[in-house]
């Protein structure tokens, strides 16, 4: 197979690597994120990438295909796979092309990602998961995608990360926020509570319980992260439910935390692993 460079081109960060035979042979991660690029400046990011890691065939991943990126492109609908993404590529030139996304719709539900595809059929592809499963992505934006016969089916977006982040900077609870995340007691007290999905009432009882001395406030981060995280994982699951998780270690253990308080089993993904198992049968499919 031909060595070529794909991207993952997120909101604020973006990382590129050099892939021979399917293995990463050079990568570059930097903060030049689809948020940071004008649309005028694509052809040069491009450019320069190459410079760096080689004049090859590129595929592009993530927001680089949203309306904040180099240009809107159509979302493939659920259920799809690879060969649905990888035969809707948007061309940029005969050695340029950006990945499309999926959307799902159900009812008055609607869900989109940008990304996100690629790692979770990428986990099929390469045999790091089963063809049927439940998979969860957590990050700023939670994927939560239900695998059916190697294809996405359906899945469900949840702004977990994005909400910790606000509560932790703004409102009333921001000044008890501060204090590093823990898989702890207090953690899973707030997966418990979270449980209960009576998410704004569980929030300002983190204020209450401060106030009245009722809580160490240098436990209340840990809290707040497992009310979050309680909640979305229990309107997922169920008892004896299996998840595959993509993420970071720090942010996988906390849902895999989460989820065998909640009854369920965790098994962890490596998401370069996927991602770059994922890029590379898109780039074969169109070689």
């Known amino acids: 197979m031909q060595p070529f460079i794909a991207v993952d081109w997120g909101t604020t960060n973006r990382r590129a690597f050099r892939i021979e035979d399917g293995?990463?042979?050079?990568?570059?991660?930097?903060?030049?994120?689809?948020?940071?690029?004008?649309?005028?400046?694509?052809?040069?990011?491009?450019?320069?990438?190459r410079e760096r890691l080689g004049d090859l065939p590129m595929l592009l991943a993530g927001m680089v295909g949203s309306n904040i990126g180099w240009r809107s492109v159509p979302y493939v609908a659920a259920p799809a796979g690879l060969a649905d993404v990888a035969a809707a590529l948007d061309r940029i030139d005969d050695r340029t092309a950006i990945v499309p996304g999926l959307s799902y719709r159900d009812g008055l539900h609607a869900d989109v990602m940008?990304?996100?595809?690629?790692?979770?059929?990428?986990?099929i592809a390469a045999e790091l998961v089963p063809a049927d499963a439940l998979l969860c992505q957590p990050g700023t934006h939670c994927k939560w995608a239900t695998v059916e016969g190697g294809r996405i089916?359906?899945?469900?977006?949840?702004?977990?990360?994005?909400?910790?982040?606000?509560?932790?900077?703004?409102?009333i609870l921001s000044r008890q926020l501060g204090h590093p995340v823990e898989p702890g007691a207090a953690f899973l007290e707030g997966v418990a509570e979270g449980a209960k999905r009576d998410l704004a009432a569980g929030l300002f009882a983190i204020r209450a319980r401060g106030v009245l001395g009722l809580a160490d406030d240098a436990h209340a981060a840990s809290f707040a992260s497992g009310l979050l995280i309680g909640a979305d994982t229990a309107a997922r699951?169920?008892?004896?439910?299996?998840?595959?998780?993509?993420?970071?270690?720090?942010l996988g253990a906390l849902y895999a935390s989460a989820i065998g308080a909640l009854g369920g089993t965790s098994h962890h993904i490596d998401s370069q692993a996927a991602f770059v198992a994922g890029i590379t049968r898109i780039q074969d499919l169109v070689a």
């Open 114 to 123: 940008r990304g996100e595809e690629v790692q979770l059929l990428g986990a």
């Open 237 to 250: 699951i169920e008892a004896g439910a299996t998840v595959h998780i993509l993420a970071d270690p720090a």
């Open 153 to 171: 089916a359906r899945f469900t977006t949840a702004m977990t990360g994005e909400l910790f982040a606000l509560l932790r900077a703004h409102g």
């Open 23 to 49: 293995a990463v042979v050079a990568t570059e991660r930097d903060d030049r994120g689809a948020a940071a690029v004008a649309a005028g400046e694509y052809d040069a990011e491009v450019a320069g990438i």
